[in-house]
């Protein structure tokens, strides 16, 4: 009744591969597999030198707060400087992965 019940999935997945390799795709897969539950990693060290330097290419004059979330106990000191060469007067807030304010700076 109505529609052709016999779908043929097999041609139509292989379709889509075919599709993906013409497309540009090195991999079908992932090379390594990734556990989706484990913790991120942490960010580099220079992030908040980065950041800024990146707030100040964008044509930002000052900052009214920075925030750094790391498992680390203090903000690292570099990008704390840089932070405070912009804006003198910023606070730099340190927050735990798990979002608790552990200092600011």
């Known amino acids: 009744m109505g529609a052709d019940q016999h779908i043929d999935w097999m041609s139509d997945v292989m379709s889509a591969l075919d599709w993906w390799r ?3 795709v090195d ?3 992932e090379d ?5 539950l484990t913790a991120p990693m942490p960010a580099p060290a220079a992030f908040a030198q980065a950041a800024v330097a990146a707030a100040v290419s964008s044509g930002v004059e000052g900052l009214e707060a920075a925030a750094v ?3 680390a106990g203090e903000v690292e000191s570099a990008g704390l400087a ?3 060469d912009l804006t003198a007067t910023a606070p730099v807030h340190l927050a735990a992965p798990d979002g608790t304010l552990v200092t600011t700076a």
Do not use: I, K, Q, Y
Request: hydrophobic share 55%.
């Open 32 to 36: 390594a597999p990734r556990d989706w």
């Open 27 to 29: 991999t079908l897969v």
């Open 82 to 84: 840089a932070v405070h």
């Open 22 to 24: 013409e497309a540009g």
């Open 69 to 71: 979330v790391s498992a």
